[in-house]
């Protein structure tokens, strides 16, 4: 059981190169197994406007953001809700790299071991037309709303990842951890 602790995570930014955008939105999910241990989320002011097309996307706005705290201001609670702890996203390699660019901005450096389940839903159901978090959540029956946002998007993944646990075993998940990658600096 102690290496399945997980930090399901997602992340909004303001572009969707994530080595150019802003996090503007994050939240995680620690868990412990299948058992959920504690949540977090909170906006990020990201030191721009928010592109109108990310504002329709998100539902997100610079009149919401004006008084959310910078991120460095929520670093050392990321560090801490993740620290030993696997991170677990939908397009892992999108959120890792947004995180990682803000913590090197930050002086810091990010490196965590992932699991991501859109290339796990590849490997495991094989013949989806598609593998986006809503394909795969409707496929496994998965509730879906407020797609976008941080925590609702965080919630469908962990979900996603109950699912994965309960339908294939803990083996066959964690075959597909990646160890501990070295993270970008800005």
């Not at 197994?33 to 610079?62: A, Y």
């Not at 660019?101 to 598609?130: D, I, K, Q, W």
């Amino acid at each position: 059981m102690e290496r399945m602790k997980f930090a399901v995570l997602d992340v909004e930014t303001t572009e969707g190169d994530p080595t150019r955008g802003r996090v503007m939105e994050v939240a995680v999910l620690a868990l412990n197994g299948s058992e959920e241990r504690l949540r977090w989320d909170s906006l990020v002011h990201p030191r721009c406007r928010v592109p109108h097309f990310m504002q329709r996307l998100t539902g997100i706005d610079d009149r919401m953001l004006r008084d959310a705290p910078a991120f460095s201001g929520t670093v050392r609670t990321l560090e801490t809700l993740t620290q030993d702890r696997i991170i677990v996203a939908h397009n892992v390699r999108f959120d890792m790299t947004a995180l990682a660019h803000e913590f090197a901005r930050t002086g810091l450096v990010f490196e965590r071991s992932t699991l991501c389940t859109e290339r796990l839903g590849r490997r495991l159901v094989p013949n989806l037309e598609h593998y986006n978090l809503g394909s795969l959540c409707r496929y496994f029956g998965i509730s879906l709303v407020g797609a976008h946002r941080a925590m609702a998007d965080a919630e469908a993944t962990a979900e996603l990842l109950k699912q994965y646990l309960g339908h294939f075993g803990s083996d066959e998940v964690m075959a597909s951890v990646v160890p501990i990658t070295r993270a970008m600096r800005a």
